[in-house]
Protein backbone atom coordinates (compact mmCIF):
# COMPACT_ATOMS: atom_id res chain seq x y z
CA UNK A 1 0.00 0.00 0.00
CA UNK A 2 1.54 3.20 -0.86
CA UNK A 3 1.50 6.17 0.90
CA UNK A 4 -0.85 9.52 0.20
CA UNK A 5 -0.28 12.56 -1.25
CA UNK A 6 -3.37 14.52 0.43
CA UNK A 7 -2.40 18.17 -0.48
CA UNK A 8 -2.80 18.54 -4.23
CA UNK A 9 -3.95 14.71 -5.98
CA UNK A 10 -6.71 11.92 -4.71
CA UNK A 11 -5.64 9.72 -2.65
CA UNK A 12 -4.93 6.17 -3.69
CA UNK A 13 -4.40 3.00 -2.21
CA UNK A 14 -3.65 -0.56 -2.93
CA UNK A 15 -7.01 -2.11 -4.02
CA UNK A 16 -7.76 -4.11 -1.20
CA UNK A 17 -7.62 -8.54 -2.17
CA UNK A 18 -11.71 -9.02 -1.65
CA UNK A 19 -11.13 -12.71 -3.34
CA UNK A 20 -11.97 -15.79 -0.99
CA UNK A 21 -8.58 -16.49 -0.83
CA UNK A 22 -7.46 -12.83 0.44
CA UNK A 23 -10.19 -12.87 3.02
CA UNK A 24 -8.56 -16.24 4.54
CA UNK A 25 -5.06 -14.76 4.36
CA UNK A 26 -6.40 -11.33 5.93
CA UNK A 27 -8.24 -13.57 8.48
CA UNK A 28 -5.34 -15.24 9.15
CA UNK A 29 -3.18 -12.21 10.07
CA UNK A 30 -5.37 -10.44 12.15
CA UNK A 31 -6.35 -14.11 14.23
CA UNK A 32 -2.38 -13.62 15.36
CA UNK A 33 -2.81 -10.76 16.91
CA UNK A 34 -6.46 -10.91 18.00
CA UNK A 35 -5.59 -14.06 19.91
CA UNK A 36 -2.45 -12.05 21.57
CA UNK A 37 -4.76 -9.45 22.31
CA UNK A 38 -7.78 -12.05 23.42
CA UNK A 39 -4.92 -13.77 25.81
CA UNK A 40 -3.19 -10.52 27.22
CA UNK A 41 -6.80 -9.36 28.01
CA UNK A 42 -7.60 -12.91 29.90
CA UNK A 43 -4.55 -12.58 31.72
CA UNK A 44 -5.74 -8.50 32.87
CA UNK A 45 -9.03 -10.49 34.03
CA UNK A 46 -7.79 -13.08 35.93
CA UNK A 47 -4.95 -10.86 37.68
CA UNK A 48 -8.15 -8.70 38.93
CA UNK A 49 -9.76 -11.43 40.34
CA UNK A 50 -6.54 -12.80 42.06
CA UNK A 51 -5.35 -9.21 43.08
CA UNK A 52 -8.63 -7.57 44.14
CA UNK A 53 -10.96 -10.63 45.02
CA UNK A 54 -14.79 -11.05 44.26
CA UNK A 55 -15.89 -8.42 45.76
CA UNK A 56 -13.47 -5.69 44.78
CA UNK A 57 -13.07 -7.15 41.37
CA UNK A 58 -17.15 -6.27 41.17
CA UNK A 59 -16.47 -2.46 42.02
CA UNK A 60 -13.66 -2.25 39.82
CA UNK A 61 -15.78 -4.38 36.41
CA UNK A 62 -18.70 -2.06 37.39
CA UNK A 63 -16.63 1.33 36.65
CA UNK A 64 -14.62 -0.56 34.00
CA UNK A 65 -17.72 -1.01 31.81
CA UNK A 66 -19.41 2.35 32.27
CA UNK A 67 -17.42 4.07 29.69
CA UNK A 68 -17.32 1.56 26.67
CA UNK A 69 -20.98 1.40 27.66
CA UNK A 70 -21.60 4.69 27.04
CA UNK A 71 -19.17 5.65 24.18
CA UNK A 72 -21.00 2.78 22.83
CA UNK A 73 -24.40 4.40 23.40
CA UNK A 74 -23.09 7.77 22.35
CA UNK A 75 -21.31 6.69 18.92
CA UNK A 76 -18.57 3.72 18.91
CA UNK A 77 -21.16 1.27 18.27
CA UNK A 78 -22.22 3.35 14.99
CA UNK A 79 -18.58 3.76 14.35
CA UNK A 80 -18.13 -0.10 14.74
CA UNK A 81 -20.95 -0.87 12.42
CA UNK A 82 -21.92 1.33 9.91
CA UNK A 83 -19.06 3.58 9.18
CA UNK A 84 -17.30 1.66 6.54
CA UNK A 85 -20.02 1.23 3.85
CA UNK A 86 -20.07 5.03 4.27
CA UNK A 87 -16.77 5.64 4.54
CA UNK A 88 -16.63 3.11 1.14
CA UNK A 89 -19.09 4.78 -0.88
CA UNK A 90 -17.72 8.19 0.36
CA UNK A 91 -14.05 6.91 -1.44
CA UNK A 92 -15.86 5.64 -4.45
CA UNK A 93 -17.98 9.01 -5.07
CA UNK A 94 -16.28 11.95 -3.70
CA UNK A 95 -13.78 14.21 -5.83
CA UNK A 96 -11.52 13.99 -2.79
CA UNK A 97 -11.59 10.33 -2.30
CA UNK A 98 -13.49 11.04 1.24
CA UNK A 99 -11.15 13.17 2.81
CA UNK A 100 -13.38 15.59 3.68
CA UNK A 101 -15.59 12.78 4.89
CA UNK A 102 -13.57 11.21 7.00
CA UNK A 103 -12.61 14.71 8.87
CA UNK A 104 -16.09 15.69 8.88
CA UNK A 105 -16.81 12.54 10.81
CA UNK A 106 -13.64 12.85 12.96
CA UNK A 107 -15.27 16.20 14.24
CA UNK A 108 -18.33 14.79 14.78
CA UNK A 109 -16.75 12.61 17.02
CA UNK A 110 -14.30 14.08 18.90
CA UNK A 111 -17.33 16.72 19.70
CA UNK A 112 -20.10 14.08 20.22
CA UNK A 113 -17.28 11.91 22.20
CA UNK A 114 -15.52 14.81 24.26
CA UNK A 115 -19.21 16.25 25.55
CA UNK A 116 -20.35 12.93 26.43
CA UNK A 117 -17.20 12.49 28.65
CA UNK A 118 -17.82 15.46 30.51
CA UNK A 119 -21.23 15.16 31.37
CA UNK A 120 -20.35 11.68 32.60
CA UNK A 121 -17.86 12.17 35.31
CA UNK A 122 -20.06 15.11 36.66
CA UNK A 123 -22.75 11.71 36.79
CA UNK A 124 -20.38 9.94 37.84
CA UNK A 125 -22.67 8.76 41.25
CA UNK A 126 -25.73 8.79 39.82
CA UNK A 127 -24.15 6.03 36.64
CA UNK A 128 -22.62 3.67 39.09
CA UNK A 129 -26.39 4.01 40.73
CA UNK A 130 -27.76 2.77 38.26
CA UNK A 131 -25.24 0.01 37.47
CA UNK A 132 -25.18 -1.53 40.99
CA UNK A 133 -27.68 -0.86 42.87
CA UNK A 134 -28.49 -0.72 46.68
CA UNK A 135 -26.98 -4.49 46.50
CA UNK A 136 -23.93 -5.92 47.92
CA UNK A 137 -21.22 -4.17 45.58
CA UNK A 138 -19.66 -1.36 47.35
CA UNK A 139 -20.88 2.17 45.33
CA UNK A 140 -18.69 4.39 47.28
CA UNK A 141 -15.76 2.22 45.87
CA UNK A 142 -17.13 1.83 42.03
CA UNK A 143 -17.74 5.99 42.08
CA UNK A 144 -14.64 6.49 42.79
CA UNK A 145 -12.75 4.49 40.10
CA UNK A 146 -15.59 5.97 37.88
CA UNK A 147 -14.58 9.28 38.18
CA UNK A 148 -10.66 8.03 37.06
CA UNK A 149 -12.23 5.97 34.32
CA UNK A 150 -14.66 7.61 32.41
CA UNK A 151 -11.92 9.64 30.93
CA UNK A 152 -11.86 6.63 28.60
CA UNK A 153 -15.06 7.43 26.95
CA UNK A 154 -13.75 9.67 24.04
CA UNK A 155 -10.46 7.59 23.57
CA UNK A 156 -12.88 4.29 23.16
CA UNK A 157 -14.84 6.43 20.15
CA UNK A 158 -11.22 7.78 18.79
CA UNK A 159 -10.11 4.05 18.53
CA UNK A 160 -13.02 2.70 17.09
CA UNK A 161 -13.35 5.60 14.14
CA UNK A 162 -9.62 5.05 13.22
CA UNK A 163 -9.91 1.44 13.13
CA UNK A 164 -12.69 1.84 11.02
CA UNK A 165 -11.04 4.03 8.66
CA UNK A 166 -7.85 1.34 8.32
CA UNK A 167 -9.85 -1.38 7.45
CA UNK A 168 -11.96 0.62 4.86
CA UNK A 169 -8.30 1.34 3.20
CA UNK A 170 -7.19 -2.70 3.64
CA UNK A 171 -5.02 -2.06 6.62
CA UNK A 172 -6.16 -4.49 9.65
CA UNK A 173 -3.20 -5.65 11.59
CA UNK A 174 -2.86 -2.04 13.64
CA UNK A 175 -6.31 -2.14 14.57
CA UNK A 176 -5.72 -5.85 16.11
CA UNK A 177 -2.40 -5.24 17.78
CA UNK A 178 -3.40 -1.58 19.54
CA UNK A 179 -5.44 -3.45 22.14
CA UNK A 180 -2.34 -5.75 22.69
CA UNK A 181 -0.65 -2.78 24.05
CA UNK A 182 -3.75 -1.52 26.47
CA UNK A 183 -3.67 -4.82 27.46
CA UNK A 184 0.14 -4.43 28.33
CA UNK A 185 -0.18 -1.39 30.36
CA UNK A 186 -3.58 -2.54 32.33
CA UNK A 187 -1.41 -5.90 33.62
CA UNK A 188 1.64 -3.87 34.38
CA UNK A 189 -1.15 -1.19 36.27
CA UNK A 190 -2.29 -4.15 38.37
CA UNK A 191 1.07 -5.39 39.07
CA UNK A 192 2.37 -2.21 40.33
CA UNK A 193 -1.21 -1.95 42.45
CA UNK A 194 0.09 -5.45 44.08
CA UNK A 195 3.69 -4.02 44.54
CA UNK A 196 2.24 -1.46 46.91
CA UNK A 197 0.75 -3.73 49.19
CA UNK A 198 -2.06 -4.85 50.48
CA UNK A 199 -5.47 -3.53 49.43
CA UNK A 200 -6.32 -0.17 51.14
CA UNK A 201 -9.29 1.01 49.17
CA UNK A 202 -11.79 0.74 51.78
CA UNK A 203 -12.60 3.31 52.72
CA UNK A 204 -12.75 5.42 49.82
CA UNK A 205 -10.09 8.21 49.56
CA UNK A 206 -9.49 9.71 45.79
CA UNK A 207 -5.69 10.92 47.05
CA UNK A 208 -5.07 7.07 47.90
CA UNK A 209 -2.56 5.89 45.78
CA UNK A 210 -3.63 2.63 44.98
CA UNK A 211 -6.74 4.01 43.63
CA UNK A 212 -5.46 6.61 41.60
CA UNK A 213 -2.69 3.32 40.34
CA UNK A 214 -5.28 1.50 39.12
CA UNK A 215 -7.61 4.19 37.84
CA UNK A 216 -5.24 6.37 36.07
CA UNK A 217 -3.44 3.49 34.76
CA UNK A 218 -6.07 1.44 32.68
CA UNK A 219 -7.33 4.79 31.75
CA UNK A 220 -3.50 5.07 30.01
CA UNK A 221 -3.99 1.61 28.04
CA UNK A 222 -7.29 3.07 26.36
CA UNK A 223 -5.32 6.47 25.22
CA UNK A 224 -2.41 4.68 24.11
CA UNK A 225 -4.48 2.45 22.30
CA UNK A 226 -6.40 5.11 20.44
CA UNK A 227 -2.82 7.12 19.99
CA UNK A 228 -0.64 4.46 18.73
CA UNK A 229 -3.00 4.14 15.80
CA UNK A 230 -2.36 7.66 14.38
CA UNK A 231 1.04 6.57 12.83
CA UNK A 232 -0.62 4.26 10.67
CA UNK A 233 -3.15 6.56 9.42
CA UNK A 234 -0.38 8.76 7.89
CA UNK A 235 1.07 6.12 6.50
CA UNK A 236 -2.00 5.53 4.30
CA UNK A 237 -2.50 9.27 3.82
CA UNK A 238 -5.41 9.96 6.39
CA UNK A 239 -4.30 13.31 8.23
CA UNK A 240 -7.24 14.38 10.40
CA UNK A 241 -8.20 17.39 11.12
CA UNK A 242 -11.31 19.28 12.16
CA UNK A 243 -14.13 20.44 9.27
CA UNK A 244 -17.22 21.22 9.95
CA UNK A 245 -19.87 20.70 8.04
CA UNK A 246 -22.85 18.53 7.12
CA UNK A 247 -23.81 16.91 3.62
CA UNK A 248 -26.53 14.71 2.68
CA UNK A 249 -24.07 12.09 3.33
CA UNK A 250 -23.91 12.61 6.82
CA UNK A 251 -27.46 13.69 6.68
CA UNK A 252 -27.87 9.95 6.00
CA UNK A 253 -25.27 8.61 8.37
CA UNK A 254 -27.11 10.56 11.27
CA UNK A 255 -30.25 9.17 10.26
CA UNK A 256 -28.65 5.26 10.70
CA UNK A 257 -27.00 6.52 13.76
CA UNK A 258 -30.25 7.33 15.46
CA UNK A 259 -31.36 3.96 14.96
CA UNK A 260 -27.58 2.50 16.11
CA UNK A 261 -28.13 4.68 19.23
CA UNK A 262 -31.40 2.89 20.02
CA UNK A 263 -30.14 -0.44 19.65
CA UNK A 264 -27.04 -0.01 22.14
CA UNK A 265 -29.14 1.81 24.37
CA UNK A 266 -31.72 -0.92 24.74
CA UNK A 267 -28.49 -3.16 24.56
CA UNK A 268 -26.93 -1.40 27.66
CA UNK A 269 -30.66 -1.25 29.78
CA UNK A 270 -30.64 -5.09 29.60
CA UNK A 271 -26.96 -5.24 30.72
CA UNK A 272 -27.44 -2.53 33.50
CA UNK A 273 -30.50 -4.40 34.14
CA UNK A 274 -28.56 -7.97 34.84
CA UNK A 275 -25.77 -6.32 37.19
CA UNK A 276 -28.42 -5.16 39.09
CA UNK A 277 -29.80 -8.87 39.62
CA UNK A 278 -26.73 -9.69 40.32
CA UNK A 279 -25.04 -7.58 42.62
CA UNK A 280 -28.43 -7.92 44.50
CA UNK A 281 -27.93 -11.38 45.27
CA UNK A 282 -23.86 -11.44 45.78
CA UNK A 283 -20.99 -8.87 46.35
CA UNK A 284 -19.23 -11.53 43.78
CA UNK A 285 -21.98 -11.96 41.19
CA UNK A 286 -20.91 -8.75 38.91
CA UNK A 287 -17.15 -10.13 39.05
CA UNK A 288 -18.60 -13.74 38.27
CA UNK A 289 -21.22 -12.46 35.43
CA UNK A 290 -18.48 -10.44 33.81
CA UNK A 291 -16.10 -12.66 33.57
CA UNK A 292 -17.74 -15.47 32.64
CA UNK A 293 -18.51 -13.05 28.79
CA UNK A 294 -15.20 -12.42 28.84
CA UNK A 295 -14.35 -15.68 28.58
CA UNK A 296 -16.63 -16.37 26.36
CA UNK A 297 -15.76 -13.50 24.03
CA UNK A 298 -11.99 -15.22 23.88
CA UNK A 299 -12.94 -17.08 21.67
CA UNK A 300 -15.15 -15.22 19.74
CA UNK A 301 -12.70 -12.21 19.52
CA UNK A 302 -10.13 -14.54 18.09
CA UNK A 303 -12.22 -16.51 15.45
CA UNK A 304 -15.47 -14.13 15.01
CA UNK A 305 -14.28 -11.41 15.23
CA UNK A 306 -11.38 -11.70 13.27
CA UNK A 307 -14.04 -13.66 9.95
CA UNK A 308 -16.33 -10.59 10.26
CA UNK A 309 -13.48 -7.98 10.10
CA UNK A 310 -12.01 -9.52 7.27
CA UNK A 311 -14.72 -9.60 4.89
CA UNK A 312 -16.63 -6.84 6.40
CA UNK A 313 -15.26 -3.93 3.85
CA UNK A 314 -16.09 -7.00 0.61
CA UNK A 315 -19.65 -6.89 2.15
CA UNK A 316 -19.95 -3.11 2.22
CA UNK A 317 -18.59 -2.85 -1.71
CA UNK A 318 -21.22 -5.70 -2.36
CA UNK A 319 -24.11 -3.88 -1.32
CA UNK A 320 -22.93 -0.56 -2.50
CA UNK A 321 -23.06 -2.37 -5.61
CA UNK A 322 -26.45 -4.08 -4.96
CA UNK A 323 -25.00 -7.38 -6.00
CA UNK A 324 -27.41 -9.49 -3.77
CA UNK A 325 -25.98 -12.79 -4.65
CA UNK A 326 -22.12 -11.53 -3.34
CA UNK A 327 -23.78 -10.18 -0.39
CA UNK A 328 -25.39 -13.53 0.10
CA UNK A 329 -22.38 -15.33 -0.74
CA UNK A 330 -20.13 -13.09 1.64
CA UNK A 331 -23.01 -13.67 4.42
CA UNK A 332 -23.18 -17.51 3.96
CA UNK A 333 -19.31 -17.45 4.33
CA UNK A 334 -18.90 -15.58 7.29
CA UNK A 335 -21.41 -17.82 9.27
CA UNK A 336 -20.24 -21.02 8.36
CA UNK A 337 -16.66 -20.23 9.02
CA UNK A 338 -17.89 -18.82 12.04
CA UNK A 339 -19.87 -21.64 13.05
CA UNK A 340 -17.28 -24.40 12.12
CA UNK A 341 -14.50 -22.61 14.35
CA UNK A 342 -16.37 -21.87 17.88
CA UNK A 343 -19.02 -24.45 18.30
CA UNK A 344 -16.42 -26.94 19.30
CA UNK A 345 -14.91 -24.32 21.64
CA UNK A 346 -18.73 -24.03 22.66
CA UNK A 347 -19.25 -27.60 23.11
CA UNK A 348 -16.13 -27.94 25.26
CA UNK A 349 -16.97 -24.82 27.30
CA UNK A 350 -20.05 -26.72 27.92
CA UNK A 351 -19.40 -29.50 29.68
CA UNK A 352 -15.68 -28.95 30.93
CA UNK A 353 -16.61 -24.91 32.69
CA UNK A 354 -15.75 -26.03 36.10
CA UNK A 355 -13.04 -28.12 35.01
CA UNK A 356 -11.79 -24.15 33.36
CA UNK A 357 -12.82 -22.24 36.44
CA UNK A 358 -10.53 -24.02 38.50
CA UNK A 359 -7.64 -24.07 36.51
CA UNK A 360 -7.60 -20.99 35.04
CA UNK A 361 -9.05 -18.59 38.30
CA UNK A 362 -8.03 -20.47 41.42
CA UNK A 363 -5.74 -17.88 42.07
CA UNK A 364 -4.82 -15.61 44.48
CA UNK A 365 -8.03 -13.54 46.81
CA UNK A 366 -10.18 -15.43 44.40
CA UNK A 367 -10.35 -19.28 45.66
CA UNK A 368 -11.01 -23.24 44.44
CA UNK A 369 -15.08 -23.05 45.07
CA UNK A 370 -15.90 -19.58 43.57
CA UNK A 371 -13.65 -20.08 40.93
CA UNK A 372 -15.87 -23.63 40.24
CA UNK A 373 -19.03 -21.35 40.97
CA UNK A 374 -17.55 -19.20 37.62
CA UNK A 375 -17.12 -21.90 35.69
CA UNK A 376 -20.67 -23.45 35.86
CA UNK A 377 -22.16 -20.48 35.23
CA UNK A 378 -19.57 -20.55 31.82
CA UNK A 379 -21.74 -23.77 31.46
CA UNK A 380 -25.02 -22.44 31.46
CA UNK A 381 -23.98 -19.25 29.08
CA UNK A 382 -21.57 -21.29 26.92
CA UNK A 383 -24.14 -22.20 23.80
CA UNK A 384 -24.74 -18.40 24.10
CA UNK A 385 -21.82 -17.99 21.58
CA UNK A 386 -23.61 -19.71 18.76
CA UNK A 387 -26.65 -17.27 18.21
CA UNK A 388 -24.64 -14.73 19.09
CA UNK A 389 -22.19 -15.25 16.93
CA UNK A 390 -24.63 -15.61 13.93
CA UNK A 391 -26.81 -12.47 15.43
CA UNK A 392 -23.72 -10.43 14.64
CA UNK A 393 -22.90 -11.42 11.50
CA UNK A 394 -26.65 -11.04 10.23
CA UNK A 395 -26.70 -7.49 11.81
CA UNK A 396 -23.76 -6.38 9.66
CA UNK A 397 -25.74 -7.83 6.38
CA UNK A 398 -28.29 -5.07 7.41
CA UNK A 399 -26.18 -2.34 7.92
CA UNK A 400 -24.06 -2.81 4.69
CA UNK A 401 -27.60 -2.41 3.34
CA UNK A 402 -27.96 0.31 5.12
CA UNK A 403 -30.84 -1.04 6.96
CA UNK A 404 -30.01 0.61 10.46
CA UNK A 405 -33.81 -0.14 11.82
CA UNK A 406 -34.53 -3.78 11.62
CA UNK A 407 -31.45 -4.75 13.88
CA UNK A 408 -32.43 -2.15 16.66
CA UNK A 409 -36.46 -4.03 16.40
CA UNK A 410 -34.03 -7.32 16.53
CA UNK A 411 -32.08 -6.52 19.61
CA UNK A 412 -35.39 -4.98 21.70
CA UNK A 413 -36.68 -8.42 20.88
CA UNK A 414 -33.62 -9.95 22.36
CA UNK A 415 -33.79 -7.81 25.21
CA UNK A 416 -37.31 -7.93 26.16
CA UNK A 417 -36.63 -12.29 26.27
CA UNK A 418 -33.31 -11.99 28.34
CA UNK A 419 -34.66 -9.12 30.91
CA UNK A 420 -37.92 -11.32 31.45
CA UNK A 421 -36.13 -14.59 31.78
CA UNK A 422 -33.40 -12.96 34.11
CA UNK A 423 -36.29 -11.63 36.39
CA UNK A 424 -37.15 -15.15 37.39
CA UNK A 425 -33.85 -15.99 38.15
CA UNK A 426 -33.82 -14.61 41.65
CA UNK A 427 -37.96 -15.83 41.68
CA UNK A 428 -37.17 -19.42 40.92
CA UNK A 429 -33.78 -19.79 42.95
CA UNK A 430 -32.56 -19.16 46.73
CA UNK A 431 -29.14 -19.63 45.84
CA UNK A 432 -27.44 -17.01 44.54
CA UNK A 433 -24.87 -19.16 42.28
CA UNK A 434 -27.71 -20.12 40.70
CA UNK A 435 -29.18 -16.89 40.10
CA UNK A 436 -26.16 -15.93 38.16
CA UNK A 437 -26.40 -18.95 36.24
CA UNK A 438 -29.63 -18.32 35.13
CA UNK A 439 -28.57 -14.56 33.86
CA UNK A 440 -25.83 -16.65 31.91
CA UNK A 441 -28.66 -18.75 30.57
CA UNK A 442 -31.20 -16.11 29.87
CA UNK A 443 -28.60 -14.21 27.78
CA UNK A 444 -28.70 -16.59 25.47
CA UNK A 445 -32.09 -17.32 25.26
CA UNK A 446 -32.14 -13.73 24.41
CA UNK A 447 -29.77 -14.12 20.99
CA UNK A 448 -30.90 -16.79 19.96
CA UNK A 449 -34.54 -15.74 19.36
CA UNK A 450 -32.40 -12.66 17.85
CA UNK A 451 -30.73 -15.13 15.65
CA UNK A 452 -33.89 -16.83 14.39
CA UNK A 453 -35.76 -13.79 13.75
CA UNK A 454 -33.02 -12.20 11.77
CA UNK A 455 -32.35 -15.53 9.83
CA UNK A 456 -36.04 -15.57 8.72
CA UNK A 457 -36.27 -11.47 8.02
CA UNK A 458 -32.59 -12.25 5.51
CA UNK A 459 -33.94 -15.51 4.12
CA UNK A 460 -37.40 -13.14 3.34
CA UNK A 461 -35.80 -10.01 2.03
CA UNK A 462 -32.42 -11.24 0.17
CA UNK A 463 -35.39 -13.55 -1.70
CA UNK A 464 -32.71 -16.48 -2.54
CA UNK A 465 -32.49 -19.89 -0.37
CA UNK A 466 -28.70 -20.32 -0.41
CA UNK A 467 -29.14 -19.50 3.61
CA UNK A 468 -30.03 -23.09 4.13
CA UNK A 469 -26.46 -23.93 3.56
CA UNK A 470 -26.04 -22.00 6.64
CA UNK A 471 -28.50 -24.05 8.76
CA UNK A 472 -26.92 -27.49 7.43
CA UNK A 473 -23.66 -26.26 8.23
CA UNK A 474 -24.65 -24.94 12.02
CA UNK A 475 -26.75 -27.90 12.74
CA UNK A 476 -23.70 -30.92 11.63
CA UNK A 477 -21.29 -29.12 13.63
CA UNK A 478 -23.46 -29.22 16.47
CA UNK A 479 -24.02 -32.15 16.59
CA UNK A 480 -20.57 -33.60 15.86
CA UNK A 481 -19.15 -31.20 18.48
CA UNK A 482 -21.89 -32.32 21.34
CA UNK A 483 -21.07 -35.91 20.79
CA UNK A 484 -17.43 -35.45 21.06
CA UNK A 485 -17.49 -33.13 24.30
CA UNK A 486 -19.76 -35.37 25.83
CA UNK A 487 -17.68 -38.67 24.79
CA UNK A 488 -14.11 -37.66 26.43
CA UNK A 489 -16.46 -35.86 29.73
CA UNK A 490 -18.36 -39.07 29.95
CA UNK A 491 -15.26 -40.83 29.93
CA UNK A 492 -12.88 -38.76 32.19
CA UNK A 493 -15.84 -39.15 34.31
CA UNK A 494 -15.66 -42.63 35.07
CA UNK A 495 -11.98 -43.63 34.87
CA UNK A 496 -11.81 -41.02 36.83
CA UNK A 497 -9.72 -39.00 35.27
CA UNK A 498 -11.82 -35.65 36.02
CA UNK A 499 -10.49 -35.47 39.63
CA UNK A 500 -7.55 -34.30 38.61
CA UNK A 501 -9.22 -30.78 38.24
CA UNK A 502 -10.17 -30.71 42.16
CA UNK A 503 -8.12 -33.16 43.49
CA UNK A 504 -4.39 -32.73 42.06
CA UNK A 505 -3.24 -29.45 42.91
CA UNK A 506 -2.83 -26.54 40.74
CA UNK A 507 -0.68 -28.45 38.15
CA UNK A 508 -3.14 -31.20 38.23
CA UNK A 509 -5.85 -29.15 37.45
CA UNK A 510 -4.11 -27.51 34.54
CA UNK A 511 -3.66 -30.39 33.15
CA UNK A 512 -6.61 -32.01 33.19
CA UNK A 513 -8.06 -28.95 31.07
CA UNK A 514 -5.24 -28.91 28.42
CA UNK A 515 -5.49 -32.87 28.01
CA UNK A 516 -9.35 -32.76 28.00
CA UNK A 517 -9.27 -29.20 25.56
CA UNK A 518 -6.78 -31.02 22.84
CA UNK A 519 -8.43 -34.15 22.61
CA UNK A 520 -12.12 -32.74 22.45
CA UNK A 521 -10.98 -29.71 19.91
CA UNK A 522 -8.70 -32.24 17.91
CA UNK A 523 -11.49 -34.76 17.25
CA UNK A 524 -13.87 -32.19 16.39
CA UNK A 525 -12.06 -30.63 13.94
CA UNK A 526 -10.40 -34.23 12.43
CA UNK A 527 -14.46 -35.14 11.97
CA UNK A 528 -15.37 -31.71 10.87
Known amino acids: ?230 PYLRKVGVRLKLQWGIDARLRQFGGMAVAIVAYVLVLQVGLVITYRIAASVSADGISIYNTHWQLLQLPYGVLGVTILTAIMPRLSRSAAADDTDSVVNDMSLATRLTMISLVPTVAFMTFFGPAIGIAIFNFGKFGAEVSSQLGSVLAWGAFTLIPYAMTLVQLRVFYAREDAWTPTFMVIGITVVKVATSYLGPVIFD ?80 VYLAFTAIVVLGVTYLLL
Open 431 to 510: DPELVIRWLSLSNGLGYLVGALVGQYLLHKRLGVSRLTDVARTTIVTIGISLAVAAAVWLVADLTGLANMSTQAGKIGSV
Open 1 to 230: MSDRDTTNAEPTTAKPDDSDAGIMRTGGSIAIATLISRITGFIRTVLVLALLGGAIASAFQAAYVLPAMIAEVVLGAVLTAIVIPVLVRAENEDDDGGVGFINRIFTITVVLLGGATVVAIIAAPLLTMLNVGNGMVDRELTTALAYLLLPEILFYGLSALFIAILNMKGVFKPGAWAPVLNNIIQITTLILFRMMGETTLNPVKMTNPQLLVLGVGTTLGVVVQAGILL
